[in-house]
């Protein structure tokens, strides 16, 4: 079996989510759109933001959707690896920084 459970041409269907909710589908698109869209930061800053955080999350098809999209506002490679060094670094930050609460317990039960 070579079929992935992930298919990049799912990823077409992604509009249909709102099918059998269309008041929350319709809310969530109007809020998604409005928060990707330009406004204090560009499309281009927002748009490597979301490629950084649909490789810390592990999602393929925004790893798609946005690396597609990042390619057609012209963001080179380098920039979308920056990015993605980027992402990386804060969650081994994110998941170091609880490393205080093993630290805690280990110090209370040596004392």
């Known amino acids: 079996m070579t079929r992935n459970y992930y298919e990049s041409g ?10 059998h909710a269309q008041e929350q589908g319709k809310k969530f698109f109007d809020y998604y759109g409005a928060s990707t869209s330009a406004g ?5 800053e927002k748009s490597l933001i979301a490629l950084a955080v649909a490789m ?6 925004c790893i798609d959707a ?5 390619l ?8 979308m690896m920056e ?3 980027v ?3 804060m969650m081994a ?9 093993m630290r805690k317990i280990i110090k209370k039960k040596a004392m």
Do not use: M
């Not at 204090?40 to 281009?44: A, P, W």
């Not at 930050?93 to 609460?101: A, D, E, F, K, W």
């Open 10 to 19: 799912d990823l077409a269907d992604f509009p249909n989510i709102a099918e």
């Open 40 to 44: 204090k930061l560009s499309e281009r």
């Open 56 to 61: 810390t999350q592990n999602c393929p098809y």
């Open 66 to 70: 946005y690396t597609n999209k990042c």
């Open 72 to 79: 057609s506002l012209g963001i080179g490679e380098d920039e």
């Open 83 to 85: 990015a993605v060094h």
């Open 87 to 89: 992402g990386a670094a």
């Open 93 to 101: 930050g994110i998941t170091l920084v609880h490393s205080t609460q």
